[in-house]
């Protein structure tokens, strides 16, 4: 194989610039050499990562968290997952980005730039949990296709931005709207320009939820560019994959939408349970909607050692996509017994909520400290993997810390 | 009129003159075309400019891994990387651990979908090194806590 040599010239200014995503791209950047650097270049650095995020996948950009990491109430850039399904789009300009609304489904179709957006409707700021589909996949058994996520693909970031709901309203929607669908600047790995790499949606009743944004701000700044700067549609509670980047269109359909990744297996489980590794019809798979319930040990790290008679102070998340989370415990005994932890209501509807406990531990020698959630209908976690599906979606088995006592 | 040798001379001085103006004229175009393919934003000529040179040894092959792709070596490697690393990255493939019939519908899926071209001969070759250096291992129904870093909590 012929060797090859890659020359890169680059300002690191512009990289900066492109980094934060504060100021507005494409002025300095070496066009050439951007898309190379982009998918090749140090993520912690490019992406302004905490240097313990675990990188899974550099073509697309697949990255995700340790449970310990995700201890702030908040997830900051720093700590939040990435899950790419295609390239970055490069030379954005927020200036003259633009939304298109359209589709079957609506009256006339509209188009919107970010300044019509901010001044036009009225600024919302929410907090959202976003997790990605696939959070755990790494634990069925036999292995399911796909980034192998253990079980920091999950954040809870504030989003600001203007409903989708008064967006809709202005545009106007007929009455035969089913679905929404969004369309983004991405490109496809294959560098195939008529294929797009994502291009997913959500139901009426999801997108007129009072939650459901079209954001332009993370964490009270610009949208970090991994994110979907300038533009994403954030739907806290079903999978991460519904809150697309970088979007420019949202199409209202009468019909569910049909874009890539709303199809065959993609982001569906089996309609009727089945035994691990059974083959599934695609018209016997139907669409993930709200997340199921889960939670997080965030605090301490899994392999403490305490002096014997020492406390333990556990502290964590809890979430349950569309519901809340209603009752949490804690075993260390494998599910033996279990005790009550306290459990905050969320800041809104959508956002995680923090548990904590504090744990005395009767004698010297190896714990687990296992965390359940059970959500406001009365589902808990499964200390087991739950349902086998040919994609490893939905593995929301409860979280577990390792302890000794000295 | 004939040319006296004097203005003779003057003359090939000129067309020297001229020849060798032609030749820098030459040169700078070539130089300036080179700029165009290796540096097309003529950083070098700009403030802060950071050279960033990049050599990857493609081939190197270090304690039985494949330094470039982290790919295990073993026969079909070269196929692996020619065929399965120029859309996704190699770590896609490492992480994910199948049999030959679900490598094969992944290959189909790939071809249906994602401009994947056809293998021919070499898709078993590909299939063959995957299962044997990636075979799927039965976790059960949940693992054990694996690879515990053990660090003493302060109160």
């Given at each position: 194989m012929e060797r090859r040599k890659f020359i890169k010239k680059t300002t690191l200014a512009s990289f900066a610039t492109l980094l934060g995503a504060e100021i507005v791209f494409g002025?300095?950047?070496l066009k050439e050499y951007q898309p190379l650097a982009l998918q090749k270049s140090d993520p912690f650095k490019l992406f302004g990562l905490d240097t313990e995020m675990v990188v899974l996948?550099?073509?697309p950009w697949n990255i995700e968290a340790k449970a310990h990491l995700l201890d702030d109430k908040i997830t900051p850039n720093s700590k939040m997952f990435i899950r790419n399904n295609g390239k970055i789009p490069v030379d954005i300009d927020a200036k003259t980005w633009t939304l298109t609304i359209d589709g079957e489904s609506v009256k006339d179709k509209k188009t919107f730039s970010i300044n019509d957006l901010q001044t036009k409707f009225k600024q919302h700021t929410y907090q959202l949990t976003l997790e990605c589909g696939g959070n755990g996949r790494s634990e069925f058994n036999p292995p399911a296709k796909g980034n192998q996520w253990t079980i920091g693909a999950v954040s809870c970031a504030t989003w600001t931005g203007v409903r989708l709901k008064d967006v809709l309203a202005a545009v106007g929607v007929k009455n035969d709207a089913v679905y929404i669908g969004f369309h983004a600047a991405d490109t496809h790995l294959s560098g195939d320009p008529s294929k797009e790499p994502i291009s997913r949606g959500a139901p009426m009743h999801k997108a007129l939820q009072e939650e459901t944004l079209i954001a332009y701000k993370m964490n009270g700044k610009n949208i970090p560019l991994a994110h979907g700067f300038p533009l994403r549609l954030v739907a806290g509670g079903w999978p991460a994959s519904v809150s697309g980047k970088w979007i420019n269109r949202i199409s209202v359909r009468n019909i569910e939408h049909d874009g890539t990744k709303m199809k065959g297996t993609a982001y569906r489980v089996p309609k009727n349970p089945v035994a691990p590794g059974e083959i599934v019809k695609d018209e016997d798979m139907k669409i993930i909607e709200s997340m199921p319930v889960k939670s997080l040990i965030t605090y301490p790290k899994s392999g403490a050692i305490l002096k014997k008679e020492q406390l333990l102070s556990i502290r964590g998340h809890a979430w349950a996509g569309e519901f809340e989370v209603s009752k949490m415990d804690y075993s260390i005994d494998f599910g033996g017994t279990w005790n009550t932890c306290k459990i905050e209501k969320p800041v809104n509807r959508l956002a995680w909520q923090h548990f904590s406990a504090d744990i005395q531990f009767p004698k010297s020698g190896y714990y687990e400290v296992w965390a359940r959630a059970t959500d406001s209908e009365g589902k808990s976690q499964p200390m087991l993997v739950p349902g086998w599906n040919p994609k490893g979606y939905l593995n929301n088995a409860c979280h577990r810390i390792a302890v000794k006592i000295q | 009129m004939k040319p006296s040798s004097n203005e003779y001379q003057q003359l090939i001085r000129k067309a020297e003159r001229l020849a060798y103006l032609a030749l820098f004229a030459l040169v700078f175009a070539i130089g300036l075309l080179y700029f165009r393919v290796y540096d097309p934003a003529f950083s070098v000529f700009k403030e802060n400019a950071k050279e960033l040179v990049v050599s990857i040894d493609e081939d190197k092959i270090e304690n039985g891994i494949?330094?470039?792709?982290?790919f295990i070596d073993g026969v079909g490697l070269m196929t692996v990387v020619n065929n399965c690393t120029n859309c996704h990255s190699s770590k896609l493939v490492i992480q994910n651990r199948m049999s030959a019939d679900r490598w094969n519908a992944t290959i189909k899926w790939m071809q249906e979908t994602q401009n994947l071209w056809q293998l021919g001969d070499n898709q078993k070759v590909i299939v063959d090194y995957l299962v044997k250096n990636y075979p799927p291992m039965d976790t059960g129904r949940r693992e054990g806590l694996r690879n515990i870093t053990w660090y003493e909590l302060k109160d």
């Open positions: 002025t300095n950047m996948n550099d073509t | 494949h330094l470039s792709t982290g």
